[in-house]
């Protein structure tokens, strides 16, 4: 009991801590926040000046400040040196311009204007001699190459005349507008051509492709008739109504897309056929599909006219 007690009055109460100390520290850190701000902004006088001043302001730097200038120096001085640093670096450091609206403007960027190949009529040209490269060149059957398409052939083959009736539809708007684009009637008589040939060839791939899923239900999938315009598929399965109405609905977008004229669906080689009749336009018709929609830039409509008319 007595060795507690002799404890007890042997500990030291712990001196209150000092909100002057406190004070002083987040001085410190405001300078070298403002420091670091100025080298930032490559004002490197009054940079050192505030990180300089931190030094001096922070408890530590006056510490050993007054250690250096000895126990008689007043308490006030480093935290007075500091601050005239701080000040004195502020006075010398040189004032910041800003610039006016008009020396703004001067300095803003002038924007490029669009190059050649960026305007309507250079990217109408620069398609036509695209097409042209295409016709010349066959580039789908030369050297055994295969007279199909595969799928990722296919659809940009797809996505690419649906650009090229989009091209054709801003420039028929632009000329409804008063402006000249020069080639857009041989871009799409070009066009016309290439889509003739090209076409018969893309309903003979995707007549392989749904081939290529249907086969394993005992589906025979054929391309008959001029240019491949109807597409047949014959099986057992098709006996059934419901089966026909189910594969008619998941590759009728699709066939409508390569524009064949038909479907067919046959239960065995000889037996009666259910057909149905597709709205596809000419394979040389120049236009876009919106949706299940084709808009004709060869033969303007109703509808096409609305696509014509001008935007603001």
């Known amino acids: 009991m007595e060795q507690a007690m002799t404890s007890d009055d042997n500990l ?14 987040v001085v410190a850190g405001l300078l070298v926040l403002w420091g670091i701000q100025a080298g930032v902004q490559s004002n490197l006088r009054l940079a050192i000046g505030f990180l300089v001043a931190a030094g001096l302001a922070s408890p530590i730097g006056q510490a050993v400040l007054r250690h250096l200038l000895g126990k008689t120096a007043p308490k006030w001085v480093p935290g007075t040196l500091a601050i005239g640093i701080a000040l004195a670096a502020i006075i010398a450091s040189p004032a910041m311009e800003v610039p006016t609206a008009k020396e703004a403007a001067a300095t803003e960027p002038t924007p490029s204007p669009p190059s050649p190949e960026d305007t309507l009529p250079g990217r109408i040209t620069n398609q036509l001699q695209l097409v042209n490269i295409l016709i ?5 059957t030369q050297e055994g190459h ?11 083959e797809l996505s690419q005349a649906d650009d090229r009736g ?15 684009v020069e080639d857009l009637v041989e871009l799409m008589q070009r066009v016309s051509a290439y889509q003739a040939r090209e076409f018969p060839r893309y309903r003979a791939g995707f007549t392989k ?5 249907l086969w394993k239900d005992d589906i025979i999938v054929s391309a008959r008739g001029d240019g491949n315009s109807t597409l047949r598929l014959r099986g057992y399965v098709f ?31 000889g037996g009666s056929v ?39």
């Not at 010349?136 to 789908?140: F, Q, S, T, V």
């Not at 059934?240 to 977008?253: K, S």
Request: hydrophobic content about 35%.
């Open 166 to 180: 989009t091209l054709t539809f801003e420039a028929l708007r632009a000329e409804r507008q008063g402006r000249t």
């Open 209 to 213: 492709q749904a081939y290529d899923t």
């Open 274 to 312: 259910t057909s149905f009749d597709l709205e596809t336009p000419a394979d040389n018709e120049v236009g876009v599909w919106v949706g299940r929609e084709f808009m004709s830039a060869s033969r303007p409509g109703a509808d096409e006219e609305v696509m014509l008319a001008p935007r603001n």
């Open 136 to 140: 010349r060149d066959d580039l789908n």
């Open 239 to 269: 006996s059934a109504n419901r089966n026909i109405a189910e594969t008619h609905a998941g590759l009728v977008e699709g066939a409508s897309r390569v524009r064949f004229k038909r479907i067919e669906f046959q239960a065995f080689e």
């Open 146 to 156: 295969r007279d199909d398409y595969e799928t990722a052939v296919l659809r940009n």
């Open 12 to 25: 030291k109460p712990r001196k209150p801590r000092s909100w002057g100390r406190i004070a002083w520290w």
